[in-house]
Every structure is written in structure tokens, then in C-alpha cells.
């Protein structure tokens, strides 16, 4: 169709949507993109592995600094993506609750049970001491939780002293 055959058959119509007050094909490129609706945050622990580690995933978060508790206590300071999710793979298979701003996220899908008092450094030490009594050249879970860790190589140190 040439220029002057498509300004004829499509001018009225232009006419007509802008006399009866509909919008015309401008208006729908200036329309405001729909905002997408936040999902709510969610955390879980899944897959437990031989070693009694899981991993502690979640998204839904804000970006930036969240505070990562097991049982009643806080345990480390962490830092959610841009996207909202994070994940740490290896850590002890309890339950977690992620706690950002006033806001605390209880995680899902735990089997074990909060260290003695709540305190992971502790979990480390008997997990460590276990695992080197059994195997003198096992090596540490990686894991997001600095306490656990740390308590995980002093126990297998002190197992590898006394039965290595």
C-alpha cells in the first residue's frame, strides 16, 4: 500500500478514536509498565548430605545485609543478592530464621534440632571431634557459618591429637 492510500484509509480512523475519546496507539506505549508484585520471603534447608550438612537457601529477600540465626541466637551477618535469593551450601541441618530489618523469616525443611544452647560453635567441636574419630584425614564442611567452622576444626584437632 503507497503513502498517500494508507494516510486516506487510516487518517479517519485516527480521527474518530481521538473525537471519542479512546486511546489511540500512542497512548498504550506511554502506559506504565505493570510493577511486579514481590513474592513473599521464603528460606529452606534441603539436602541433607551423608555428613549431616544441608543447604540453607532462600529468596524473596531485600538486597543487602540480613543476620542469619539458629535457634534464639544471631550467628552471622550475611548479604542477599540483587535478585533477593541467597544460598550456603554446607551448613548444619537445624533450624535457621533469617531476621532483616524488623522482619524475621522462619526456614523450612530442617530435621535436626539447635545446638546445645543454641550456640554453633559447640555443634562444630562434637561434629569435628566425630568426624576425625572416625576417618584422621577427613577435612571441614564448607560452611556460611563462621562459629560452626571455627568449633568443627578445634574438635577435629583435638580428636586427631588423641586418636590419630
Known sequence: MNRRTRLLVLA???AAALSLGTPGPGAFARAPAP???PSPAACSVTGVRPDGTATLSGRGFQPGTAVLALG???TERFTVKADGSFSMPKTANAP???RQGN???RCTGATGSAPVGGNPYKAG???GWDAARR???VRAPASGNGPFTE???RGAAVAREAFC
Open 12 to 14: 479517519p480512523a485516527l
Open 35 to 37: 510493577v511486579a508484585v
Open 72 to 74: 534464639d541466637s544471631p
Open 96 to 98: 535457621y530464621t533469617v
Open 103 to 105: 522482619t524475621d523469616t
Open 125 to 127: 567441636v562434637r561434629e
Open 135 to 137: 576417618d584422621c584425614d
Open 151 to 153: 568449633g568443627w576444626k
